[in-house]
């Protein structure tokens, strides 16, 4: 082919595409029911049957999620506002199988669960996470974007969105549908904070809180003065902050009644939700959601791109992606002062508890429990699973691993963990380069040295081996020590059932005594040696006076058939972070830029 054909070709997809729009109108004729009218103008698309779909899956989610349950009333008409046929091809998928190159498709919405996955619909507050409110259409992903919004008249109608903002106050924009779905939107009575921050380079960004709660303006101040603190702590660990496309990061926060504890981080904001107003336990959440801006909306898995909105994507680095930052999230709050080192300290040793006591963290790797967070992200079903045996969240697992590498790097290297997140977000983040696990690995031999990389990634990150982390902790002073040393445990969990049955309400768990003595959820149980267990008081009186090693016969009835069993009490092995007796100089400077400000 020579030269001018192929210039000419470019030029006629230029028009086609160019041509290609999608619009959106909503409107709440009938807010007070939760519901929404939506219609999609799709148009320049390619004749021949048209497919809607809603979505499946939802940025910052791992599971799948059905939203076309709470689609209906589906019409559409052509461009000239003739009704045309809609045939429902799938539960969330419908077609428009005869057109004239455009479509709208028009339908109701019902939303009344406001957190960072799902839409609440109610005339004072709109709550839009949007895969789970609008359709869109197959092949038109690149297509242009604009949306506008006919606002309740009972809603004080301040609206809170990364889309972009036209001249008209209720009309935005989107590049293409990757970063419409990206967006969610709170139209409502919001109280606003914003402050400019600036990069190295001299670039400025708007940082903004859109808060919808029940606070004064002192206390909507005090928020927004602890949020300052966490952005500027998560920016020294990065050296600079993320080149926001449109020049702004939008927190967008409601701390209500009316809505469901969550946080989901999006590319430019983040949708953070909690049913109180506390300005202490707020910024816990905004540090994690705000760490995400580089870790993961950045510095991003290959696994998770592009969005798959039909189906989760499934991800081998959630332990990274989620767990590290959860271990920053809590870091940050220490180095802002927003945490005392007793209370971080006491998160330490829950983290340590996660990877020494959980059988998904001592029998599978952080790779296997990422792996499962597409069942585990709040996908329900109600058969039951043995989660108790396999799985370990890897929010807590990866964080676990976090201090580790954390203390490795201090203690080997004398650089914190704050070195391999900069050089991954110099090698993958800030040229937006999706990461794969070996590319991990090279990072941190680049902060480290290739055997050490190299072994950490075998036997913690790919595997699942014991980590030691007394030793690793010694080197900062702290000792981790039993906290009920001496206290026997039976690994029981059960409880007094309506019918006065004294009956085991969760699986029993690997390594515990109950599991070993071959107790199981739902085994009635019937007498500790000779006396009658009626109650968890029963059991723990019983217990009282007993040591670890001692055996007790259990009576149980297991289905319909009285049974007993030997069971060997085990040591309580919850442990607490303790300070040793002498801080040397060297433990002292480890403690110094662990966790405490990096602000310059
Ligand atoms: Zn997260």
Known sequence: MNKIPVLLLCLLLAAASSAQKISYRMSFPNAVHHEAHIELNASGIPLKPAIFRMSRSSPGRYATHEFGKNVYDVTATDGTGKPVTVNRIDGEVYEVPHHNGKVTVSYTLYGNYADGTYAGIDPESIHLNMPAAFMWMKGMDDAPIEISFEIPKDNKGVIATQLVPTSNPRV?????LQYFMDSPT?????IMRQWTVSNPDGKTFTVRVALEANATDQQADEL????????AEAMAVYGEFPNYDHGTYTFIASANPYVYGDGMEHRNSTMISSSFFNVNRLPAVFAHEYFHNWNVERIRPKTLEPFNFEKSNMSHELWFAEGFTQYYGELLLARAGLND????LQILAGLISTKQNTPGARFY?????SNHAVYVDAAVSIDRNNYANMFSSYY?????????????????YGKTLDAYMR???????????????PGMQEVLASVSDPKFAADFFSKYITGHEPIDYASLLAKAGYELKKAQEGRATAGINATTNQQGKFVISSNTVRGTAAYEAGLDINDELLKADDTNLKSSSDLTNYLQNKKPGDALTITYKHRNTDKTTTLVLKEQ?????ADIQTVSPAMKKIRDTWFTSNVK
Do not use: C, H
Not at 186 to 190: A, E, V, Y
Not at 341 to 344: A, D, G, M, P, V
Not at 365 to 369: T, Y
């Open 186 to 190: 709170k139209i409502g009575d919001l």
């Open 224 to 231: 927004a003065a602890k949020v300052k603190k966490v952005v």
């Open 365 to 369: 790797s952080p790779v296997d429990a």
């Open 341 to 344: 080192e007793k209370n971080y």
């Open 396 to 412: 807590t697992y990866g964080a676990a691993i976090a201090l580790a590498l954390d203390l490795e790097l201090q203690t080997r």
């Open 573 to 577: 092995n919850f442990q607490v972070l």
């Open 172 to 176: 935005f924009t989107a590049p293409g």
């Open 423 to 437: 050089a991954m977000w110099k090698r993958f983040g800030k040229p937006e380069i999706p990461y794969t696990i």
